[in-house]
Every structure is written in C-alpha cells, then in structure tokens.
C-alpha cells in the first residue's frame, strides 16, 4: 500500500514539475503591453513615393519650393512629409529650368502612403 501512495505522490510532483515549468497557470503574471503605436502615429507623418518615370532625364523633386531629392532615370525614394500639411510638388529637370512636371497638390493624412511620379521627356 506505501507503493500505490508513493507513486502517485511522484507522479503528482513530476507534474507540477512540469506544468511549472512549462508556463502553468499564474495568478501573478499580468498582460502583455499593447504593441507601440506605429512611428508614423507617434511622430504625425506620411510617406510619399517620388517615382522618376522618364527613361533618360534625371528629374529633381522640390517640394514646397524647397529641393528634397534628385532621382535618376527609373528611380524612386520614399520621403516622410508631415501629415496633414498643404504641399506643392513640382518636378524639374534636373540642371535645367525646365518643368517636368509642375506644381501637384499634396495632403498627406498620418499614416497614409502615396505616389507622385513624373515621366517627362
């Protein structure tokens, strides 16, 4: 009769052993943290892919007037631009004052992603 009991109380203890220590249940442990927020929430942007279509011009991108990228023929670049603020995107050939493409309104919400290209000439 002491062989029935104490093999049922080692039986009873490599089970705890193992429901133990293979993460049983825990009154103690608490929720995991939610994921963080996305960078493009926390920091308010958007993205904006320039996108240079032409098969020989190299093309520069000004936005709002101000030069932001210089893209060679087939090219593109991704470009953070702050969310919900008015732009203007003009396309230049580069090293010239000729307009590939000119003056396109931008808007872009937080988080949003999209695509200006340009194929001229």
């Known amino acids: 009769m002491h062989t029935k009991a104490l ?7 490599v089970c705890s052993a193992l429901l133990g ?17 996305p960078a493009c929430q926390s ?8 996108q240079n279509q032409s098969k020989t011009a ?5 936005v709002n007037g101000v030069r932001t990228c210089v893209l060679p023929p087939g090219h593109s670049l ?3 631009l702050k969310a919900g603020v008015s732009d203007t995107v003009r396309f230049y050939v580069t090293n010239t004052a000729t ?3 000119g003056d396109a309104p931008l808007k872009l919400a937080r988080c ?3 695509l200006f ?5």
Do not use: E, K, W
Not at 7 to 13: C, E, L, S
Not at 58 to 62: A, G, P, R
């Open 43 to 50: 920091r308010n942007y958007g993205t904006v892919t320039f």
């Open 112 to 114: 949003q992603t999209r």
């Open 21 to 37: 220590a293979c993460g049983g249940i825990h009154p103690s442990r608490t929720a995991l943290a939610p994921p963080a927020a």
């Open 58 to 62: 190299t093309q520069t991108v000004l």
């Open 117 to 121: 290209y340009c194929a001229y000439p």
């Open 78 to 80: 991704d470009v953070h």
């Open 99 to 101: 307009i590939a493409c």
């Open 7 to 13: 093999g049922a109380m080692i039986v009873a203890a």
